[in-house]
């Protein structure tokens, strides 16, 4: 296994690998220096999942824009692109366009936001000296390979000490890191002091009512349909904003498998509660929304009924303000096949040691200095407890959640008598289309 390094922050991660007796030593990545000549090439092109870890600011996101990147704009993806480049991982004419490699990220994080096990599937150049190898059975692929700890240490080279690749690993040819990934876990980590007088475990009891499969389109970015092409839903002289278009299925729909505190700690004697929230896909900001509305409801700000309402109504409920991302990062993806019953993917035990100890000793730290530098904590605590009516990120009053929870009533009533009015239909349809086939039988 890796030897696991104390100081991510002072010295380059350069792993040392026990070989397992089963497995051949055989590839190594090249220098991206290559002589045109007329021999067969020694480079071999393999498809690989990568893994890796960075703290994201300073970038603008982790998705490249482009192949050659924008320098007024860098994303994560372009810094590690480059450094595939330059240790010779990638062509120099495969470069560009982007899927000439078939680069797939296996999930998005925005601007700031970190990440202890990010991943992509592309196309990786290898030469026949650091590679781990599993034979398969005879004339056949290997089973399994993954890159040597000095061919992982020689793309870090390449890298910014706050970015680190941990593995490349075999993947089938077809295999995609985000149409194969089955679930996503992101952490956020949330200054105790955030809640006021609650406690940890009055927080918990708030973020478990996410769990299961809810409209998230109020917590969320970019889910609502733009004002006015949704008309009000009216009931009984009452109306509200509906946000949603109901005649069609709406992508708000999201499941969400976890969503607790899961743990307490402290950094430099700051106490920190690590929230934990898993799912099998998230759309941009759900999870600040989530937490944004988690905190604002544990420390009074809004009635939970309203949260639990914004979950299940079409209608736009606003009680989810943007947590700070600087306090977000992407800890987890699983790719588990359904249908074979058994993960398509896994990272190897070595590079979760890794992943940890960056988390632990890089990333948390890091996060810790943001909000000790930064004000965004202070402005959006301010903005749930705020006097100012103009300056609260919530703005209803008390008669308006009564209305809410009236017309939300109505609106409940009105989709059952929708649905009972369906099935008398269906079911008069069946009798008639019975009837008709026993007088043809008759007949």
Request: hydrophobic share 40%; charged share 20%; net charge neutral.
């Amino acid at each position: 296994m890796r030897a696991v390094l104390s100081h991510f922050t002072t010295a380059l991660l350069v792993p040392v690998l026990k070989v397992p007796s089963r497995v051949t030593t055989i590839a190594v990545l090249a220098s991206s220096t290559r002589t045109p000549s007329s021999t067969p090439s020694p480079y071999k092109k393999r498809h690989a999942l990568l893994t890796f870890g960075y703290c994201g600011t300073g970038y603008w996101g982790l998705q490249s824009q482009n192949a050659e990147g924008d320098p007024d704009r860098p994303t994560v993806s372009d810094v590690i692109r480059r450094a595939l480049l330059n240790s010779g991982a990638i062509a120099p004419t495969n470069f560009a366009p982007i899927m000439r490699t078939k680069w797939q990220l296996a999930s998005r994080t925005d601007k700031g936001v970190h990440a202890a096990c990010a991943a992509a599937s592309c196309n990786i150049e290898t030469l026949a000296e650091e590679v781990l190898l599993e034979p398969g059975e005879e004339g056949q692929e290997a089973r399994y390979w993954e890159l040597t700890p000095e061919a992982i240490a020689r793309i870090n080279t390449h890298l910014p000490r706050e970015i680190r690749l941990f593995s490349a690993t075999r993947v089938r040819k077809r295999f995609s890191a985000h149409e194969s990934a089955s679930s996503r876990t992101y952490e956020y980590l949330l200054p105790e002091a955030s809640l006021g007088g609650a406690s940890a475990e009055d927080l918990d009891a708030v973020l478990r009512a996410f769990e299961g499969s809810h409209k998230f389109h109020n917590f969320a970015s970019g889910l609502r349909r733009s004002k006015g092409s949704v008309p009000d839903f009216e009931a009984e002289g009452e109306s509200w904003p509906l946000a949603l278009d109901t005649s069609r299925h709406s992508a708000a729909f999201r499941s969400v498998l976890h969503c607790r505190v899961h743990r307490s700690f402290s950094i430099e004697g700051t106490p920190y509660l690590l929230l934990r929230i898993s799912g099998l896909a998230f759309v941009l900001h759900q999870i600040r929304h989530m937490v944004g509305a988690a905190v604002a409801v544990t420390v009074g700000a809004v009635p939970k009924e309203a949260m639990i309402t914004a979950l299940k109504t079409p209608m736009e409920v606003n009680v989810s303000p943007l947590a700070p991302g600087c306090g977000l990062l992407l800890d987890e993806i699983r790719w588990f096949d359904v249908g074979q019953g058994e993960y398509e993917a896994e990272v190897p035990t070595d590079a979760r040691q890794e992943m940890a100890a960056f988390k632990e000793q890089v990333i948390y730290p890091h996060i810790h200095s943001l909000y000790q530098d930064q004000r965004a904590l202070d402005v959006f605590l301010n903005g749930l407890i705020s006097d100012d009516p103009l300056q609260r990120w919530v703005r209803y009053t008390d008669d308006d959640y009564a209305r809410l929870r009236r017309v939300h009533d109505s609106w409940t009533a009105h989709v059952e008598q929708m649905v009972c009015s369906t099935r008398h239909t269906h079911a008069r349809t069946h009798a008639f289309g019975r009837a008709r086939t026993r007088t043809h039988a008759h007949a």
